[in-house]
């Protein structure tokens, strides 16, 4: 997909995003309840990626903007929903997206390779309690080369001058 074609699509995205927010705000006021119910199915997935929770839901959105805009927000954890328009999708394909999108969020915080979700460049830190003993420990997630690399020597590289017989050691700044 070319440049143009990305930002017509993300054009056409935010398009049907203001016209689902301009359709909630000429509706009538939505059903806290079934607001809250949309904000705990996401909830997990938001702390599970150190987010602190789902966000709440905007003045006058409607249960279906909410879902759509949760999802848009976790949608990066999942290839095939990546790109998705989720306000121009109907009620039922929208949770069976946001469903597939919370999956791949699931799977992506079970990766022992995946890193701080905040900076990548850092290892993640899991606290955990054995249920049997109650012993508490740490597992570190993430690439090892994270906080190795403080560690390592710069790294060199081999040259040799035309005429001389003897390599030389150079360092790479």
Same mark, same amino acid.
């Given at each position: 997909?070319?440049?143009?074609?990305?930002?017509?699509?993300?054009?056409?995205?935010?398009?049907?995003?203001?016209?689902? %927010?301009?359709?909630?705000? %000429? +509706?009538?006021?939505?059903?806290?309840?079934?607001?809250?119910?949309?904000?705990?199915?996401?909830?997990?997935?938001?702390?599970? #990626?150190?987010? @602190?929770?789902?966000?709440?839901?905007?003045? @006058?959105?409607?249960?279906?903007?909410?879902?759509?805009?949760?999802?848009?927000?976790?949608?990066? *954890?999942?290839?095939?929903?990546?790109?998705?328009? *989720?306000?121009?999708?109907?009620? /039922? =394909?929208?949770?069976?997206? +946001?469903?597939?999108?919370?999956?791949?969020?699931? &799977?992506?915080?079970?990766?022992?390779?995946?890193? /701080?979700?905040?900076?990548?460049? &850092?290892? $993640?830190? #899991?606290? &955990?309690?054995?249920?049997?003993?109650?012993? $508490?420990?740490?597992?570190?997630? @993430?690439?090892? *080369?994270?906080?190795?690399?403080?560690?390592?020597?710069? =790294?060199? *590289?081999?040259?040799?001058?035309? @005429? /001389?017989?003897?390599?030389?050691?150079?360092?790479?700044?």
């Amino acid at each position: 997909m070319s440049v143009m074609e990305e930002n017509v699509v993300d054009l056409q995205r935010r398009q049907s995003e203001l016209a689902a %927010r301009q359709r909630d705000l %000429r +509706g009538g006021a939505a059903d806290p309840q079934t607001l809250a119910a949309v904000q705990s199915e996401f909830d997990a997935s938001f702390k599970s #990626i150190e987010a @602190g929770g789902a966000p709440p839901p905007r003045y @006058g959105e409607s249960p279906e903007t909410y879902r759509a805009r949760l999802t848009a927000d976790l949608a990066g *954890f999942s290839a095939p929903w990546r790109r998705a328009d *989720f306000y121009a999708l109907p009620p /039922d =394909e929208l949770r069976a997206a +946001g469903e597939a999108v919370r999956a791949a969020v699931a &799977k992506a915080v079970d990766n022992p390779a995946q890193a /701080d979700f905040a900076d990548p460049n &850092k290892m $993640r830190r #899991i606290d &955990k309690v054995d249920d049997f003993t109650g012993q $508490r420990t740490v597992e570190w997630r @993430g690439k090892p *080369f994270s906080w190795m690399r403080n560690f390592m020597p710069h =790294e060199q *590289f081999l040259t040799r001058h035309p @005429g /001389d017989s003897t390599p030389v050691f150079k360092w790479l700044d």
